[in-house]
Structure formats: structure tokens, C-alpha cells
């Protein structure tokens, strides 16, 4: 189903990885941390400040949010994106943000370290071969009832243009369960990997939708051999303006960071183990 | 789930008609048909004339075709649209044609006297919003995972930017079932009759991607209260580019057509009993 | 995907015809009306004279409930069968009952005049041997989830044991969708007929859940090919002890027969114009 | 959606343990392996002795199988239970095997130390009602569509009948990834331990249906908070009767084991983390 050529891993190990402004993805595990939306300097400053101090790796934060109904809360536009852009200052941390519109990829790439391309335009064509042109990284979430290989193919649709900077991210599909919010699937990480070159990201924010539950799929993604996750954080969740009830607070997010840590070093030494046994890793 | 000022029937028995060019959509019944792409002149022009003898309303042809993979054919693009239009003038035919980028919307609106907004498109808010500025009929698929409150939703973004002329068209649904392409879901037409003065059209050549099936359900689409039906016919579907599974021949799609007129009288007799014991239609 | 030796159609238009104390199945359009389930004697025969009066052929009524939770209403068991019996002595209307437990199959034979496996039973696997070894026809639910060669697998467990009297029923499968209770497939029905001989019915009560979407469904329905509808009729739905919301009145249900009626003619015409054209039935 | 009395976790952090013939399951980590059935002595016994050797606790084989089509495999029956014995005799490993009619579970209980309900029996109450009646331990799976809370009403038959030894254990969904052969949702494992004081396993092996995630799938399991696995083993997978794209070899079994001890010291670490945060476990 499609031709793969350029997304395909052919069947060998090669892996690639993915530069953000200093931040590789594809080869330690990587967090990436933040407010679902940009609500105001204020509250996003403060947010960066506490997971770059908890330990993520890059920022996020939405500018332009697609919404389910138009009378929404639809982002601060260009003033979210010139709020993101003081946060890297303050920080330091790289940032991302999503962009939903073919006509907003060029300016919108001078404002952040990486684009995301949101679960209702993974098939969104136009917009996916607008980011191919540019050579910004590109997260592409998994569209929430796709499967692997029309993944895949949107990937190849933006690697097509010339971009080879794309990283996969699953934020769960949508099944039968009503108490989750979508139920995250681990494992496409593995899947994935099997079929794609490409790095795995993890949403367990969006994948769960429960903060309960961010905790325990953000170790098992890191478990079932995820590249990052993306965990969404606010400063004070109750007041959040969008999926308040996925909202991380900072102390919980610290928290989560230490285990990671833990897990990390105990799947080093899985790695040590397989290789004394000369054995590769089993992607 | 969202406000639906706009789009909600409000409760009361109140219908919605579009008007395409000489052509009204919602009070009798219209077939829309043509080939899934127009891919030359002559296949265009001879199905055009085919599917007008057999009695259809309004001539379909894709000219930008959203596919999985970036390797396949993607339309004809602007030359497609010109094609179309010398169709419209040799069989006095309106057209419909999907549209796919939002840069393309107010050009593309020149050629055509209806725009379809895709299943893959149903959440890209940006294309809606540009068909909500114009004043063109849009008809706005069902997304394949879509429930019938997000379909709504999706319309009223449309009609929040003072389009009101938009129709509802469910394409089947995706589901675990493989004999099928998709699912056709005909139980949505009366419910998205309950929620909505808008018109509902059926896809049963989406809807089921079996030629085998599309008679039987263009039947029950009507007898479960449907506006219309849209069905892809080709004048030789062995040598379709797209969809080839599914293209009904001119015979066929004549012979349907007769089989929906006697529906039809049957359905004014329905309606007369109705009026007869004082009972209005249960929408 | 299983050898379909017995259930297949083998591809010719062979079709099965299964008899019911009386009423041919898989020949006319056949109605099945009833309650969900038997409640009481006197709520029994009231409705049972009700549907007899409107036309229904066969009388539904159930006996022992499949229940989600342990502490809902199970059914009457022996005590409703033996209501059921005394409606039948009383309208002439055959009877149908779900059975649910290997151990009870043999004697609720002695009582009914079909019995019905539920949609939760579809792989009891060792309830299908035990209507197998049975000569009474059984009206066999598709499962909320199943594919049509899954069903089908099913239908030959119980025609493999050597009872070649099965009629399949489908009851809308579970979808994402929130405002119906199930998706009803109706594009199942020609679809079940083209890979197989066995008759094949709609219940469009738990299809849909909702009671103002029963009429519209079965007469869609019947427009697809089905053999028959099996209705949920209760005389006084707002008392109901199960599935209240989808139980339909009596005057309404009776309405829905003279629609029925009225289509039933018209597919005739169908018929005889095919039957003209020299075309057979696309089954 | 239905009365949890006795399934309830009730809001507080009380956990329940299921004592399998000296092993508990829902203190430490449990591993259940063996063949998906019982198909000779000679492997049942050579599988056993491998899992037991790479430190296994339970012994899993199937005697009934319930199986798609009439026509395959449907397991050794009695005779297959008796293999069962003689391996629990010459490993001391305990031993679980599926039932899948209520008129065998009186005598199945008498040769096996735990009995697992399949995912198409979930809802097979008369089922649940028997082995209610029992005190040996049941592994209850998920059914391939159910809900959460479904499953949970279905633990609540088997306790509202005196049984309080349950496991739940979840096996994958359907969805339509078509990739893996189901697609297991390990976020039902920290979701049920939310709502239910029930031990909760996972099945990776029928959970992805592909031996090359099975690994991964088992660690992220355990990452997640799962009381135990079950791994299908055989000892010549090329050679099984049933499910051998999914049967590890009993190498690849032992370097998992290996990893899980890992992954299990790595645990430990996080919990006295927490005891010196005074927190308690978030389930």
C-alpha cells in the first residue's frame, strides 16, 4: 500500500536522527514539555521555566488550535508565537508548535524549532508537502484512526518534497473505551520502527487524556523503546483553557523526569547486555 | 458538544434547500454522478452525456484527488475544471468538484457551481472557513470516523462565516468490516435530519467500494429519506484511474435511475397516507 | 478466511427458504414483532394481539436477558416461554426466543418455534453445536464487532452439526458514533447475500436504539433485499423492564406495516422490469 | 453503567492478591508461559521445562480451543488436560487452561490450578456464572471490543457469586490497524487499577499477534503497572498448530525473562523514591 522508498527502513537498522536546535532526536530519550496552548507570556513563561528546570528538552506550546467547534478558543496566533520565542530566550529551550494552514508554514517556520502537524491533518496533503519545501523538523502525529502505513505514507508525502527532518508521533486512536479520552497505542513504537527509518515520539497527554495516567504510559513508552514523549504541562492546570484535565502540574512533571531517568539507565544496561550477547536491537 | 446555533433544526420540522444553479437540493430527489476524476476530455464528455440521458441532475469529476500515497495520481488540476466546464455547456449539467488547499478555494470557485469538501478534510477548519466566505453550495462529506455531532460541528463552521448553503453527504464510515471498503451508515441520514434543517446526500460508491452493492443502497438511501445520491459512474470503468472497483457503467446507472423513480412514487404515496391521518414527517 | 462449504453460495443464486411453523422465511418480506422481553402474561398477550392485528408474522419475546451487570432484570425463563406459548395458542403467531446456555437448548425447543442466538453469543461456539443438533430453525445475531466472514464462520458451526435452518440477523455493529446505540449495516444485508444462500434479516430496535429512527430503518431495510425486520413492539413502552427507548407503540408499529406494504408493491415493479430486461437479481 | 459492588476498588488503594498454588499474582510480578495449545506430551513437557528454566511461575496450555472456523483445530480435550497435569507434576509449575462451556467447568477445575475465560466469552454469563460458583482462580480477558467497564460488570458476575479470585487480564482490541493482529491497550492496566482492587495481566502475544513485539509489549507492560504476563512458548515454533506467528522460542523467552528482572529491580527504585516522598501509588 504506497510507495515507501524514502520512509521505508528497507529492512536494515539504520536509524535516523533529528537535529532541533541542538536537541538530537533519534538517539537519548527526549522530553518534550509545555502548555497545550499559549494563554498569555505569563503563564507560559513560568511553565518553561519549571520543566526546563525539571529537565525537558524542548517546549511546547500551540499558537493555532484546530477545535472541534468554531466558537472555540482558537489561539493567540502570531502573538503565541512571539511569546514562544521570549520562552526560548528566557530558557533557552528550543520550541515547538503546530501549524494547520499551507499558508502559514513559511512565516510560522521563522518563529520556532520545529512544526506539528496536528491528528486531523496528518492527510491534510497540501499542508504536509508545504512543510516538505521548508527543512524544519517536523512532528507528525498519527492521525487518530490511522493506520501504521497511511502514516508512513504521510511521511513519505513530506520526505517526497525534500524534507527528511520528520519524526512520528502517536497520540492514541479512537476506540470504544469511554474512560479514556483515546486509548494510546505503544504498540505502533515498535511497529513503527520495524517499517520506518524515522524517530518515535509518544503523547500520553492526549493519548490517555487523564492526568492519572500521563505517568505510567510516558514509562512504558520509554520502555517499549519510544525516542521521546510529549507530555503537556501548565502551572496551574485548573485554569487552563484547553484539555485541563490532561494538564501536568510542574511538581508532578519533576517527578515523572526522575523516573524516566531511573528507566533510562536500567534500558542502558539492557542494551549492554544484548550487545556482550551480540545481539541488535530489535527494530 | 459545541454549539450548533446555526446548523440545528432547533427542534422543529424546518428544511433547509440549496439551490445549484437551476438544480434544488432538498426538495426533490437529485442524483449526482460522473467519473471519480476527469481524466481526459472525451472520458469526461461522453460520461457526462451518459449519466445526463440517464436522467442525473448534477455532473461530479474530481480534479484534485487527496491520495494515501504522494506517488499516485492527483488530478488534472485546473485543466480538470475546464474540462468540466465545456461538460456543463454541451449537457447543461451543473458541476461539483472537490477542493482540497483553502489558497485555491476563490479560483476554483470560477469553474464550478458546487465545491465537496473531502472525508480526509472534514477537520481542516482552515479549507471551511474559506468555503464559509463564498457563497457557493458546498457539500461537506462525513469524516470516516467522524460522529454526527463533529460532522455538525464541521457545518457550522462553514455556516458561522455566512455560508448557508451547505449539504451534508455521508461516505461510509470505517469500521473492522473488509468485505466492504467502507461502512455506509444510512441511520445517520434521519438522525442528521433530527439535529439539522441542512439536506443529507448518500455516497454508497465510497460508501461501500463494491459496484455489487451500490444499487441496493442507493435504494435504501432513498427509503431511509435522503436528499440525493452521489454515484461515480465511467464510461469504461476497466480503464478508470482511481476507484476502478466501484465505477458503475452508463447500463447500469440507467437502469438505477428507473428503479429510483419508482421509489420516488412510492415514497409521494407514503407521504399522502401521512397527510391523510394528519401525521407530518418524523425529521 | 474458513471454509464457508455449507454457508457459501457458491457463487450461483441459489437461496434458502427456512420454515417457521407456517411462515416462509428467505420467500415474502416477513415481519417479527414483540417485546424485548416477556414481562408479564398480561403485557404478553396485549402486545401479541397487537402486532397480529397490524401483520406481524412471527411473535418475539424474550426469556432469559443477556444483561451487562449481574443485578439487571435476567428474564422470566420457563415462566415466559410458557407465556409465550399461551400468545401463540392465542394469535396463531409462531414464536421466537433467545436462548443463551447450551444446557437450555433442548428443552426451550419443546417451546418455541425458533430460537435466536444474541449478538453477545454469536462465537459461544458450544452453543452453536448445541442449536446444530437441533432441526429448529435459529435466527442468528451478528456480533456487534464481527466481519461478515466471521458471521458467516458461525452460521456454518451450526449447519456443520446438521441443521441447515439458520437465518442471519444483523443489529448494528458498535461504532464511534453516540447518538445511535449501534450503527446498523444495512450494506451487510447484499453483502451476506452475495457470499451466501441463508436469508437474512434486520433488527432495527437495538440497530438504532431509537425509536424515531425504526420506521426509516426498516423500510431502508427492505429496499436493501432483507428477507424481513424483526421490531421491538411493547404496548405501553414507558413502561418497558428493558430497552424502553426503542420499544415502539402499537399504532405506530401498525403505521410502519401499511409502509412496508406500500414498498413491498413497489419492489414487485422492480422485479417485474428486471424480469423484462431479462436481468436476474444481483445477489 | 451497572453496580461494581464487590469489582470496585471503591476509591482507596486496597489490592487484592489471587494465590495460583503457592504463587501470588498481584504481589510481585508474574510470568505465565507455555504453548497457545496443547497439541503432544512430548511438547507440552519440553516447552514447560524451558519456561520453568528461564523462571516462568504459571504454565499455560490450551485444551479448548474456540476457533473461527468449525473446521480447524479445536484443541485435545481431556486428554490435553491430562498432559497439563503430568507437566505441573514434573516442573511444579501450576497450570491454566481455557474453558468455554459451562458444562465442563466442574470437571476442567479438578486438573488445572487457574482458568482463563477467553475475550469471546467475556460476555458468555452463564459462563461466568459457573465458575463463579467455583474458588479457583479465574484469568478473566477482555473482551476484543469491550469497554472497560463492561469487563469490570463481567468480573462482578463471577464475585457476585462467591468467587473473589480474579484476574483481569487484557489481550488487545480491534482496531484497524491491520499491522498487528490486535492492538493492545496497555492504558486499560493503570485505568482498571483506578476503578477495581483486581490484579490486571496482560497478553502480549495474542495482544499484537507478532513475535518481534512481544518483547517490548512485555517490558512496557510491566512499566505500566501490570501485575503479570502471559507469553505463548513453544519449543518449535514453525511447527504449532495454532497462532505461530506469535510463538516465542524458548531462547527468546529467556533473554526476555532476563530483562524483565532488570526492569523489576528498576521498579523497586521508584517506589522507594516515592516511600521517601511519601507518596503512595497512584492507582
Known amino acids: 500500500m504506497g510507495n515507501l522508498k524514502l520512509t521505508s527502513s528497507n529492512g536494515n537498522n539504520r536509524r535516523t536522527s533529528v537535529h532541533v536546535d541542538g536537541v538530537t532526536i533519534g538517539r537519548d530519550f527526549v522530553v518534550?514539555?509545555?502548555?497545550?496552548?499559549?494563554?498569555?507570556?505569563?503563564?507560559?513563561?513560568?511553565?518553561?521555566?519549571?520543566?526546563?528546570?525539571?529537565?525537558?528538552?524542548?517546549?511546547?506550546?500551540?499558537?493555532?488550535?484546530?477545535?472541534?467547534?468554531?466558537?472555540?478558543?482558537?489561539?493567540?496566533?502570531?502573538?503565541?508565537?512571539?511569546i514562544l520565542q521570549k520562552a526560548k530566550r528566557e530558557t533557552g529551550l528550543p520550541v515547538v508548535t503546530e501549524?494547520?494552514?499551507?499558508?502559514?508554514?513559511?512565516?510560522?517556520?521563522?518563529?520556532?524549532?520545529?512544526?506539528?502537524?496536528?491528528?486531523?491533518?496528518?492527510?491534510n496533503f497540501s499542508l504536509l508537502k508545504e512543510v516538505g519545501k521548508t527543512d524544519k523538523p517536523v512532528l507528525l502525529k498519527r492521525g487518530m484512526n490511522s493506520t501504521l502505513k497511511e502514516w508512513l505514507n504521510c511521511a513519505e508525502y513530506i520526505l517526497?518534497?525534500?524534507?527528511?527532518?520528520?519524526?512520528?508521533c502517536e497520540r492514541g486512536i479512537r476506540t470504544f473505551e469511554t474512560y479514556t479520552r483515546n486509548t494510546l497505542d505503544l504498540s505502533i513504537v515498535p511497529s513503527a520502527k520495524e517499517l520506518s527509518h524515522l524517530p518515535v515520539f509518544v503523547d500520553p497527554s492526549h493519548g490517555?487524556?487523564?492526568?492519572?495516567?500521563?505517568?505510567?504510559?510516558s514509562l512504558a513508552a520509554m520502555a517499549a523503546g519510544a525516542d521521546g514523549v510529549m507530555i503537556e504541562v501548565h502551572h496551574n492546570p485548573s485554569e487552563a483553557l484547553c484539555d485541563k484535565d490532561q494538564a501536568m502540574p510542574p511538581d508532578m512533571f519533576a517527578g515523572l523526569m526522575k523516573k524516566l531517568q531511573v528507566l533510562g539507565t536500567c534500558m542502558v544496561q539492557w542494551n549492554q547486555e544484548r550487545e556482550c550477547q551480540g545481539l541488535v536491537r530489535p527494530q
Request: with cysteine.
Open 160 to 168: 517526497a518534497e525534500g524534507n527528511p527532518n520528520v519524526i512520528l
Open 208 to 217: 490517555t487524556g487523564r492526568l492519572s495516567l500521563i505517568e505510567s504510559m
Open 99 to 123: 501549524v494547520t494552514d499551507p499558508r502559514d508554514v513559511s512565516w510560522v517556520c521563522e518563529y520556532v524549532d520545529m512544526v506539528q502537524i496536528g491528528t486531523r491533518n496528518m492527510q
Open 32 to 82: 518534550i514539555a509545555g502548555p497545550c496552548s499559549v494563554e498569555s507570556e505569563t503563564q507560559t513563561l513560568i511553565t518553561a521555566q519549571k520543566v526546563k528546570e525539571a529537565g525537558a528538552n524542548i517546549l511546547r506550546g500551540g499558537a493555532f488550535k484546530p477545535r472541534t467547534s468554531p466558537y472555540d478558543f482558537q489561539g493567540l496566533g502570531l502573538q503565541g508565537l512571539k
